[in-house]
Nanobody, 126 residues
Framework: QVQLSESGGGWVQAGGSLRLSCTAS????????MAWFRQAPGKEREFVARISSAGVGAAYADSVKGRFTISRNSAANTLHLQMNSLKFEDTAVYYCAACRSCITSSSSTTTSYGSWGPGTQVTVSS
């Protein structure tokens, strides 16, 4: 089992930046993809970005493309999300997720990920 823990959330004004981090522990050596999802109040959890275990093959939701950057340090078992030019609609709880057996074509779906962190709140004021 993989345990995930997020940090770095907080409050920021629109146009500002935040950097989220996620640390993986436990059986982290066989992770295939890691991802960030988010869930705003009253909405379903949605894909934000994902990256392979080797730190390549990044993919992003259209809503964050060009503003967010996902990165991974495999040696340290950490995942990061640099969020720039934040908008009010980026306000949500952000979750780190990991999967061992998912395939590329389904690596943006919540059902592909078996390990989740507790989430970290990001609030963007307009």
């Amino acid at each position: 089992q993989v345990q995930l823990s997020e940090s770095g959330g907080g409050w920021v004004q629109a146009g500002g930046s935040l950097r989220l981090s996620c640390t993986a522990s436990g059986r982290a050596s066989n992770i295939r993809y890691m991802a960030w999802f988010r869930q705003a109040p009253g909405k379903e959890r949605e894909f934000v970005a994902r990256i392979s275990s080797a730190g390549v093959g990044a993919a992003y939701a259209d809503s964050v493309k060009g503003r967010f950057t996902i990165s991974r340090n495999s040696a340290a078992n950490t995942l990061h999300l640099q969020m720039n030019s934040l908008k009010f609609e980026d306000t949500a709880v952000y979750y780190c997720a990991a999967c061992r057996s998912c395939i590329t074509s389904s690596s943006s779906t919540t059902t592909s990920y078996g390990s989740w962190g507790p989430g970290t709140q990001v609030t963007v004021s307009s």
